[in-house]
């Protein structure tokens, strides 16, 4: 290991004074030390050759496959459209739950916090099949709907868009409401009060400090909700029907009815690079709202 | 106080209130919104019918012995078991000696163990998937159930460090280090002092790491081969053969969550409102 090596190789007249600090220095980096190698390993080495296959005979051919195909450029700023309004459906949806949970009785808060939890916890499949027998032609809204007479036939509202946006925002919602609902439960509520207590109306009070003392958490919550829905497979896999196309989707086509492992490379490494921007603009944006 | 205030503090309350109801019944809606799948699943997997019929004509527990029955599902019940126990396992293990390295630790090179270690989180499974195939068909794990297990091990692992990180960071490192002044080797004194205090997280971050491999599918899509896991049956019996023993599944696997909940609840920390 690298570390502990830079841990031994102190000068040795301070390694004598410091030797018991030295020693736990050494200790604690060797804990870590079989957690670093499994994943240097297994998570390290496969990203390093996903890239050196990406980059084939080291040339740029694969990405130029990509790029000129045209099906990657839609599908990529599908997938970008479609995670920017789940992320906005997310922080509506979210942030008035959040600071429910934040401020209501216990008794309230639990029950609340029950309702987010358990689908949280509850099988990815388990709730995209509900969607489907919730959503479906002969599914239970439609029948309802027909039923009392509010619309004539079934509204397509699976195997499309609508349909792959109600099940991410349902698996996304938790990780919104999480961050923000831990950044709410340390918000000082006197500083509100005094607002009030000035004659600050509700908004205002809201705007100028509540939604600002709480924009690290929706930061965090955004930022998390968007990168995940950047790598979405199983739910528009389901959901969509085969009509409505990410980028997971595609690399899975890539390598399974393809065999194209270069290109899917490549498109890993595009989805990767796209992560990685969208969280340093994140984080930008958070640091330079954060008051 | 003049009439003025106290009509300006009435109007105020009203404004309040109408807030109050709003916040309430958009809470309600979405509360509803996450809910509703749930208790979907409930009446379907419970229907006599051989299709998606609701509500269902009548009632009957054959599509549990259907699942009961079925080799394949029963079968690829156990091997999740068994590859989220084996996950639950050796992200614990490892994961907790990594929250203790990095919340205890200072050495060169931590914040960059940090952020390796916490990197799964943020990776796509389908990249994970594709990088790995390569290096596990070289070690002959594709097709294995040992294999999807290291995959899953490497993605529990920040949920781990995340669970015991946080624990280890609200107990007092000073009655570790009073053992250790009584004469206690560190290897004791984090045995008999602080494991003792961190054991709700221990069992928190072990059912977090279980039901995150239980529950994962791209990952034993690709490197699982033909044995499949269950939720890769699942996936498979929704995509072709959509019959009501998929909610008998779904229920059945509601009830382990809620069970692992109340176990949480009981024994580990992580799901109280207050903190």
């Not at chain 1, 989805?271 to 984080?283: C, E, N, S």
């Not at chain 2, 105020?12 to 709003?22: C, D, K, L, P, S």
């Not at chain 2, 630790?105 to 940090?114: L, N, W």
């Not at chain 2, 799964?120 to 990249?127: G, T």
């Amino acid at each position: 290991m690298q570390l502990t090596a830079a841990t031994a190789a102190r000068p040795a007249g301070r390694r004598v004074r410091l030797s018991r600090a030295g020693r736990y220095r050494l200790l604690y980096a060797a804990l870590a030390a079989p957690g670093v190698l499994l994943l240097a390993v297994v998570f390290v080495y496969p990203l390093l050759d996903l890239m050196r296959l990406s980059f084939e005979n080291g040339s740029l051919a694969h990405y130029e496959e990509v790029v000129s195909g045209g099906l990657f450029g839609t599908v990529f700023w599908n997938t970008v459209r479609i995670a920017l309004i789940v992320t906005i459906a997310c922080a509506v949806l979210g942030y008035p739950v959040a600071h429910f949970l934040a401020t209501a009785s216990r008794g309230w808060a639990l029950f609340g916090l029950l309702c987010v939890v358990l689908p949280f916890w509850t099988s990815l499949l388990v709730r995209t099949y509900a969607w489907m027998i919730l959503l479906g032609n002969n599914g239970i809204i439609n029948k309802l709907l027909v039923g009392a007479g509010l619309v004539e036939r079934p509204l397509p509202l699976l195997h499309n868009e609508f349909g792959v946006l109600v099940g991410m925002v349902h698996v996304l919602l938790p990780y919104f409401v999480f961050p923000v609902y831990a950044v709410m439960l340390r918000v000082d509520r006197t500083l509100m009060a005094a607002a009030e207590g000035l004659g600050a109306p509700l908004w205002q009070v809201l705007r100028r400090i509540y939604l600002p003392l709480t924009l690290p958490g929706i930061a965090a919550g955004g930022t998390l909700v968007f990168i995940l829905s950047l790598g979405f497979f199983i739910t528009p896999a389901l959901l969509g029907g085969g009509k409505v196309m990410m980028i997971a989707l595609l690399i899975e086509q890539q390598v399974g009815q393809m065999l194209n492992w270069g290109m899917a490379a490549a498109m890993c490494m595009t989805l990767v690079a796209a992560i990685l921007l969208a969280y340093a603009a994140f984080k930008r944006l958070g640091r330079r709202n954060a008051p | 106080m003049s009439a003025a205030t106290i009509r300006r503090r009435g109007s105020m309350g009203r404004g309040r209130r109408a807030a109050r109801i709003a916040l309430h019944a958009w809470c309600g809606l979405v509360f509803f919104f996450l809910v509703l799948p749930l208790v979907v699943v409930f009446p379907i997997s419970f229907s006599s019918s051989a299709y998606l019929q609701f509500p269902p004509p009548g009632y009957s527990l054959r599509w549990y012995r259907e699942f009961l029955a079925d080799p394949n599902w029963v079968d690829a019940a156990w091997r999740s078991v068994l590859i989220g126990s084996v996950t639950a396992v050796a992200a614990t293990i490892l994961g907790t000696l990594l929250a203790i390295s990095l919340v205890r630790g200072t050495y060169p090179g931590k914040g960059a163990v940090e952020q390796l270690v916490m990197a799964p989180i943020a990776l796509p499974s389908i990249v994970y998937s594709v990088a790995a195939y390569q290096l596990f068909s070289t070690l002959h794990l594709v097709g294995s159930w040992q294999g999807v297990a290291v995959a899953h091990t490497v993605h529990a692992l920040p949920l781990v460090v995340v669970v015991v990180g946080a624990s280890l960071r609200t107990i007092d490192v000073s009655t570790e280090m009073a053992a250790q002044g009584l004469g206690a080797s560190w290897f004791t004194a984090v045995r008999r002092i602080t494991l003792p205090q961190i054991r709700p997280a221990l069992v928190s971050a072990a059912f977090i790491a279980f039901i995150s491999s239980f529950d994962e599918l791209v990952i034993a899509m690709f490197l699982g081969g033909i044995n499949l896991t269950l939720p890769k049956k699942m996936f498979d019996s929704i995509l072709y053969e959509i019959d009501p023993t998929i909610a008998a599944v779904s229920v059945l696997q509601i009830a382990l969550v809620v069970l692992v909940l109340v176990v949480i609840g009981r024994f580990g920390s992580g799901v109280r409102p207050t903190s």
